[in-house]
């Protein structure tokens, strides 16, 4: 039998580390799939930097993607599956997973197609040079190929993790991970497909995920099933899936939106190096942001199900916990970067130049790090309980507010290549304290007005 954890009885921190643990663990695999890729492509010889610099070029298309899985999965439809079990509607939760199934499925598909169509000049307008063309060309075509693999696994492993199955989920993208990691060196350097070998490795460990979701959400041990008469559309619940899902959506549309226009304004005050660098800024950045989104997201589905039942006290204990664990982790990681910039700088090239450019970027970059953390909770909160209007007008703030008219700006302004590097610890400052003041005074104001029923509620 797979492990379920309890959300409605227990202590609710341990209810978090139950889910948040396997999850946070996942994300970071899932992580390996783009971070090795880089590695490795990185340490090709003699293209190694320029590689890298394509490859990075590829990011936006590849956020884009992760962006709608969000939409329909994690951000979407996962979130109203817990409130709904959480009620005990196990039916309505069935539909609202097979509806955000179809969408996905649907919406990778138009991706791969447009994509595939498109992919020349948008690279182009991304910010590649004649160098980096062919190999960003030769990433992401092979990338888009795999969309739809990708959409399903980021997106319905949500659902097993939705349901307290948090080590299943984990399973998903342990599977994927190991697989990638193997196949990496064999399809890069044995069979000499450079980029190309990446991809395709990406692409057969995604497929293998896929299956993997698929099986369970299928098969006996899954407390909702994924069934084909629950993928019939309908207005109403499509709409509440994606006006949720918004935020999420918003939140990577816009990080596809900041890593054009940051690639693009790098070029111009720095060149092919600078383009690189960020491509490095924004591993470093993944590498770490990953475990606090891991467990902030798991608090989700146990502040959802608790919201949903009506144990309010539940959720507040949630919400502090979260957002205490968030703040001591970030402000270790933020030491931890500007103490070693090099040594995260040579996991991905070593040449001079690189190193020489990217030890005070990455300083500069990661200022104001621990204040994303409260950016980050108070956003997972607002889509925990449905709040879709705030979960979007703070997505919409860090980005596409702050950090993109900044990125547009500074550069001009004479702090060149050193303005694409500000607007990000500015936006977090700024955002950052903004979300979770909002969040604080809206929710628990919220919350202290409801009580808490006094039967203690069953799990289902």
């Not at 709904?84 to 609202?96: M, T």
């Not at 040579?346 to 970027?361: D, K, M, Q, R, T």
């Not at 970059?365 to 449905?386: K, R």
Request: glycine share 10%.
């Amino acid at each position: 039998m797979a492990h379920q954890t309890d959300f409605a009885n227990g202590k609710v921190w341990r209810s978090i580390v139950d889910v948040s643990l396997p999850i946070t663990a996942a994300q970071l695999l899932n992580l390996l799939y783009n971070i090795v890729d880089r590695i490795y492509i990185g340490h090709i010889p003699k293209v190694g930097d320029i590689a890298l610099t394509g490859v990075g070029l590829s990011f936006p298309i590849i956020t884009l993607i992760m962006a709608f899985s969000m939409l329909f999965g994690s951000n979407g439809g996962a979130p109203l599956c817990s409130m709904e079990r959480g009620k005990g509607n196990d039916e309505e939760a069935e539909k609202i997973m097979g509806t955000s199934f179809f969408m996905l499925v649907c919406s990778g598909a138009v991706i791969t197609v447009l994509g595939l169509i498109f992919a020349k000049p948008i690279l182009y307008l991304f910010g590649a040079s004649d160098a980096s063309f062919p190999y960003a060309y030769s990433y992401l075509t092979i990338y888009l190929l795999g969309s739809v693999f990708v959409m399903v696994t980021l997106g319905m492993n949500s659902f097993i993790n939705s349901q307290g199955f948090g080590r299943t989920g984990m399973m998903t993208v342990v599977i994927g991970a190991v697989l990638n990691i193997v196949l990496d060196p064999l399809f890069i350097f044995v069979f000499d497909l450079g980029v190309q070998g990446a991809a395709i490795a990406t692409v057969l460990s995604q497929l293998v995920s896929g299956i993997w979701v698929i099986r369970f959400l299928t098969g006996p041990q899954a407390v909702l099933k994924l069934k084909f008469k629950s993928m019939r559309l309908q207005a109403k619940r499509l709409k509440d899936i994606t006006v949720l899902g918004f935020s999420g959506f918003i939140m990577g549309l816009t990080s596809s939106l900041v890593q054009i226009v940051c690639n693009k304004m790098a070029f111009l005050y720095g060149g092919d190096l600078y383009v690189t660098v960020m491509t490095v800024l924004n591993s470093v950045r993944e590498l770490f942001s990953t475990p606090l989104s891991g467990f902030s997201g798991g608090a989700v589905p146990v502040i959802s199900y608790n919201y949903g039942a009506k144990q309010f006290g539940r959720v507040k204990q949630a919400i502090r916990f979260m957002v205490i664990f968030g703040l001591v982790s970030s402000s270790l990681v933020w030491l931890l970067v500007v103490c070693f910039p090099a040594a995260f700088i040579h996991l991905f090239n070593s040449e001079p130049a690189l190193i020489e450019a990217g030890v005070p970027a990455i300083r500069t970059y990661f200022f104001g790090f621990v204040l994303m953390s409260l950016h980050m909770n108070g956003q997972n909160t607002f889509v925990a309980l449905g709040k879709a209007k705030q979960a979007i007008t703070f997505s919409l703030l860090r980005k596409v507010i702050i950090v993109v008219p900044l990125t547009l700006l500074l550069p001009g302004l004479g702090f060149g290549v050193e303005g694409v590097l500000l607007a990000e610890p500015i936006s977090n400052i700024v955002s950052g304290i903004a979300c979770f003041t909002t969040m604080y005074f809206v929710v628990f104001g919220e919350l202290n007005g409801k009580r808490t029923p006094k039967v203690k509620h069953p799990a289902p």
